[in-house]
């Protein structure tokens, strides 16, 4: 009922219409000087309805009036939700409600009210809008913007300390009555946390500890409409995490650790494990440890781990169960980082006893160094001590050792099983400067069976050098000079190399061994030498290649020398110098025993095999005599070297009489033939005459499918031409005669250019052209 009539004193006094007014001189109480037409229009703009009304329906609104009276006039409204959800009274203008509306969805409606004639249904008045507002009554609770809410704060922290934020959204009119106006309070765990009328979630007390309880849910309630205590209300779930710190100091689970270790543990292994106590997360665990007594230090290291809360103690020199078989030290583990002021207990002491015994192990034997190097000369007879190796065995029991060698076979060092390294061949510096040998130290074991101990050693041996190489020519020299070159023209410079180490300080001479001789041989005094030409004009008819021994010796010691020849080649050359012509030198090429031998074996393997062919061949004729050959037959096989074929007219060089037989009886079959032995494989006679190739092709299939003829090869028909061709002998074995009818010494006449040419052809040698 009081909802009702507070409706109705909104909506008279937004809707009082003015009728009498001097802007309504429409009223008929209304005394007016002048009788004129004046606009009329209406009289109100605004109407307001509360949502979620729960009498019956349809609601009242509000209501339609105009200044214009007629009785023909009839109220209409047009516009959102019209004459659907609002409807108009046509007679009086009043609007009622049909739905019960929420302002939450729609705050307001915009209409269009209009007066018509009710029988033309023209409009009397022009439209004019209006608006219907709902008015707002507390019906929404406040809402949590998420379900639940997550938050966290350091532990220790201060009391206020900020832990996280909420917030809840009300749908309500903020304007009316504080229907929208939202606070906060906490109805769970208000006596660890607190919340301002913002969301915000403070800390209450100071010093959470997290070791005792990690995590804490919070539930927060939201209202509304504070003031009247009626208010709408939701809550949420905050969950709050301690964030760990390092606050708590590490202590050993045992007074004392002991560990039994062989001492053949490697350096680097893992001795022990120490139990720790740190309650801390792992990322605040910073356990320090150190000796008490320093000198174990050089022993041992003590590892944290941090994940499983545990010390590490590790070895850094190996154990000697000979020398030491037993370690105690007392460790302390701390943890400098962290800060007293939030510690929960002033830094204590968390020391342990720590027992290392050394177990005993049957070790290999140790040699006295890492490894060996050695020198020796390469003149060292055989059989000199180049050095030696020693070993041991490190336990107590201090059992024999003897020696080998495992990388080398046959080799020109050996050890001796005392330890001593010699050489059983002679040493070549050249060959081999270094050798690497791996020593076997084998422990000499008198059970049984034997227990095999052993390790191994490197041994480095440089080989010294010697001098005793001579030098020789760098390269392969290969000069040249031209016939007509000047005294002193430099020819070429060399230099030579020595097989022997090339020490600081070495160097080469030369000289010439060969006094007579139209060269000189200048030493540079710099390891190079210098050929020059000493009196000129070579004659290549006399001499084409001249042969320089020169003796080369460097200034070791003892001093070493050798002689060396240069081929120097004599060439024609140009006006300008340039080379034009020269002979290539024969190549003098030494060749090795081996090599020798192995070329005598294989000229032996060669006579014999050919004596193996003459003896068959001797026993092939004595079988072909059945052949039944004559002197003719046999002479037609005998043919001259330049011999090109026998054609149609030409038969000088060759019997054609074998050919044109196969023209009789060729059209008999091959059974009426003669069956007495034959020289050639029998033809048929070509399809045309004259066909010659064609003839040969037949000829040579038969040849090849007749085992008792003679090889095809006796017939020299390769170069067939016939007598009538004008292309001479090919052969090159009469070119050369003297019944040529070239006369070619006319080419002497040519000049200078064809001055070879003569020289080659020419009957007799001709004086040089001067250029």
């Known amino acids: 009922m009081k909802m009702q009539w507070l409706q109705l004193l909104i909506t008279t006094c937004f809707s009082l219409p003015v009728l009498f007014s001097k802007e309504n001189p429409n009223s008929e109480n209304y005394p007016t000087k002048y009788n004129k037409r004046v606009k009329r229009d209406w009289i109100w703009n605004h109407m307001f309805i509360f949502e979620e009304q729960i009498g019956p329906l349809p609601h009242y609104a509000g209501k339609l009036n105009s200044s214009t009276v007629k009785k023909n006039a009839k109220y209409a409204i047009q516009g959102e939700y019209a004459n659907t959800v609002f409807k108009v009274d046509e007679n009086n203008g009043d609007i009622y409600c049909f739905e019960r509306l929420d302002r939450e969805v729609k705050a307001e409606y915009s209409l269009t009210a209009l007066l018509v004639d009710r029988n033309t249904n023209k409009t009397l008045e022009p439209p004019s809008n209006f608006i219907i507002k709902l008015i707002d009554i ?49 109805t769970q765990g208000q006596e660890y946390f607190t919340v301002d009328n913002s969301g915000s979630i403070f800390t209450a007390i100071p010093n959470l500890d997290r070791e005792k ?37 590490p202590t050993f689970t045992q007074s004392q650790f002991i560990f039994n270790v062989p001492e053949n543990l490697r350096v680097g292994g893992e001795v022990g ?12 665990r910073k356990t320090k440890y150190s000796f008490i007594k320093e000198r174990f230090q050089e022993m041992f290291a003590v590892n944290p781990n941090i994940m499983t809360n545990e010390g590490n103690l590790i070895l850094k020199k190996p154990l000697d169960y000979e020398t030491t078989k037993e370690y ?16 929960k207990q002033e830094r204590p002491k968390s020391i342990t006893e720590v027992i290392v015994n050394v177990l005993d192990v049957d070790e290999p034997p140790v040699f006295s160094k890492p490894y060996y190097l050695f020198q020796v000369s390469e003149d060292a007879n055989i059989n000199t001590v180049i050095d030696y190796v020693s070993a041991k065995d490190p336990d107590a029991a201090s059992r024999g050792i003897r ?23 002679m040493l070549d510096r050249e060959t081999m400067a270094w050798h690497n040998l791996t020593i076997a130290a084998e422990e000499i074991d008198p059970s049984n069976p034997p227990i095999k101990k052993e390790s191994l050693g490197l041994v480095f041996i440089k080989v010294l050098d010697v001098n005793d190489n ?10 040249r000079v031209c016939e007509n070159s000047a005294h002193e023209t430099v020819i070429i410079k060399i230099s030579a190399t020595d097989k022997d180490e090339m020490k600081p300080g070495m160097k080469f001479t030369y000289f010439s061994a060969k006094k007579e001789n139209n060269f000189t041989v200048q030493d540079n005094q710099d390891s190079t030498a210098t050929i020059l030409v000493k009196y000129g004009d070579f004659n290549r008819d006399v001499a084409k290649f001249h042969y320089l021994p020169i003796v080369i010796s460097d200034n070791g010691v003892p001093e070493q020398s050798s002689t060396n020849t240069l081929t120097i080649t004599v060439c024609k050359c140009n006006e300008k110098g340039e080379y034009t012509f020269c002979e290539e030198p024969l190549k003098l090429t030494s060749v090795s025993v081996p090599t020798i031998i192995i070329i005598l074996v294989c000229l032996f393997i060669i006579i014999l095999v050919v004596s193996i062919f003459a003896i068959l061949k001797r026993m092939q004729k004595k079988n072909t005599n059945i052949l039944g050959k004559n002197t003719t ?19 000088n060089s060759y019997d054609v009489s074998v050919l044109n037989s196969v023209r009789r009886n060729v059209t008999g079959p091959r059974h009426e033939l003669e069956t007495a032995p034959c020289l050639y494989a029998q033809v048929q006679k070509p399809m045309r005459n004259g066909d010659m190739s064609f003839m040969i092709e037949v000829k040579k299939d038969e040849a090849d499918n ?50 070879m040419l003569a020289d080659l052809y020419g009957l007799e040698p001709i004086g040089d052209f001067p250029y």
């Open 273 to 284: 494990k120490m139990k720790v106590e740190d309650i801390d997360e792992p990322q605040n």
């Open 470 to 479: 001579a030098p020789e020519f760098a390269e392969p020299y290969a000069p």
């Open 706 to 755: 007749d085992g008792e003829g003679l090889p095809y090869d006796t017939l020299h028909i390769f170069g067939y031409e016939g007598s009538e061709s004008l292309v001479e002998s090919l052969s090159s074995l009469e070119s050369g005669s003297s019944s040529s009818d070239i006369d070619y010494d006319v080419l002497n006449n040519w000049g200078p250019r064809f001055k």
């Open 328 to 343: 105690r030290m007392n460790i302390e583990a701390t943890d400098p980082s962290i800060d007293l002021r939030v510690a």
């Open 633 to 651: 037959e046999i002479h037609e096989q005998l043919v001259t070297y330049d011999e090109e074929g026998g054609g149609e007219m030409d038969t």
């Open 138 to 186: 507390n019906d929404n609770a406040p809402e949590f913007i998420q379900k639940a809410f997550n938050g966290s704060v350091p532990e220790m922290s201060k009391t206020g300390t900020l832990v996280t934020r909420v917030l809840a959204v009300d749908k309500d009119d903020p304007t009316i009555g504080g229907n929208a106006q939202v606070t906060y309070k906490i």
């Open 213 to 249: 309880k990690d995590s804490y849910e919070v539930i927060v309630e939201a209202r509304d409409s504070p003031h009247l205590n009626i208010g709408l209300t939701s809550t949420a779930t905050v969950r709050i995490t301690l964030i760990d710190i390092n606050d708590n100091f």
């Open 403 to 425: 020696y080998s060698i495992r990388n080398v076979k046959d080799g020109p060092i050996k050890v001796m099983n005392n330890g001593n390294i010699v050489n059983t061949k």
